[in-house]
């Protein structure tokens, strides 16, 4: 059962160029986790959202996490190559983390 | 260690045959999780630790599949009678305590059956 929705699953574009990832359940979380994850390599934690309606910023990326705690977005700012990679949101859960699909990133210099 | 370590990196094993794979979590973390990735897949859960007890095997795929840790530490995922469509990565995660916590991933195993 795929409780998280990622989109897109493929996403190319231009250097300089803004871009949301979006990250849906039917679910509520406790709190949800956003990973990157580069070709050969394990995912890498960027952030975690606790609360609902809350908003963490890291850089040019921004979290947010949904008021009813099911959904959150990752919007990226003026898109750098070294952005490229796996994108995915995982909600807690039990005793795991329920990972979605993933969204692939490409920048092109 | 610094980080959670993975052993092998790669392994090509003949369809039917066994393997083992390593996983060495962060010293003092005492929740450790087994994922799979597969080919444009998201993670696959497969089973998790706290301590030595494993209280979720759920995502165990089947009884071909099984994990130990030992000591706290030490974990490894056996697969047994390997079939082709058990190619993939597997990830070994560790954390401090149980959720709520930063989960620290490893590299991964890239196991390749042929």
């Known amino acids: 059962t795929q409780l998280l929705e990622q989109s897109p699953q493929f996403l190319s574009i231009q250097e300089g160029e803004n871009l949301t990832v979006y990250c849906n359940s039917s679910s509520v979380f406790s709190s949800l986790q956003w990973y990157r994850q580069e070709p050969g390599e394990g995912p890498v934690l960027l952030v975690t959202?606790?609360?609902?309606?809350e908003v963490k910023k890291l850089k040019r990326l921004t979290f947010q996490f949904g008021d009813a705690r099911k959904d959150s977005s990752l919007h990226i700012t003026a898109a750098q190559p070294g952005d490229t990679g796996l994108y995915l949101c995982a909600g807690e859960g039990g005793n795991q983390f329920y990972f979605g699909t993933g969204t692939s990133l490409t920048v092109i210099p | 260690g610094a980080g959670v370590s993975q052993s092998p990196s790669n392994k090509v094993t003949e369809k039917g045959k066994d393997v083992e794979l390593r996983c060495d979590p962060i010293s003092g973390h005492t929740a450790l999780y087994w994922y799979r990735q597969s080919l444009g897949q998201g993670l696959e859960f497969l089973i998790y630790f706290q301590g030595n007890s494993a209280p979720d095997k759920s995502g165990l795929p089947s009884d071909r599949f099984s994990a130990e840790r030992t000591g706290g530490s030490v974990s490894t995922l056996t697969i047994q009678r390997t079939q082709q469509e058990d190619s993939a990565v597997y990830l070994c995660?560790?954390?401090?305590?149980?959720?709520?916590?930063?989960?620290?991933f490893g590299q991964g195993t890239r196991l390749t059956v042929v």
């Open positions: 995660a560790s954390s401090l305590l149980a959720l709520n916590t930063e989960a620290f």
């Open positions: 959202v606790v609360t609902g309606g």
